[in-house]
């Protein structure tokens, strides 16, 4: 039951992060290499998970290499949206 908890509670962490930054439309303030090392330590541990065979862990490590992703994505999409913005005013 813990296990279940515990990946809930990591599984969602990241969610409130990736919804401030899509209503706010800027990254500025969030560091890229957080997410990148976030990416590599969660795409390792889920080798191990499987190895073990553990299914929450499994789990919640898929979520967050998802989540991983996801904000990479939007940190690289305004981040060239603020470079074309500038491009045009100048």
Known sequence: MLGWIATILFSIMIVPQIIKTI???????????????????????????????????IIKYVIAIIEAMVYIGLFIYYKRQKIKGLSKSN
């Open 23 to 57: 209503k706010i439309k800027k990254t500025d303030s969030v560091s890229i290499m957080l997410f990148i090392i976030f990416l590599i330590a969660n795409i390792i541990a889920l080798i191990y998970a499987m190895m073990i065979s553990q299914g929450p862990l």
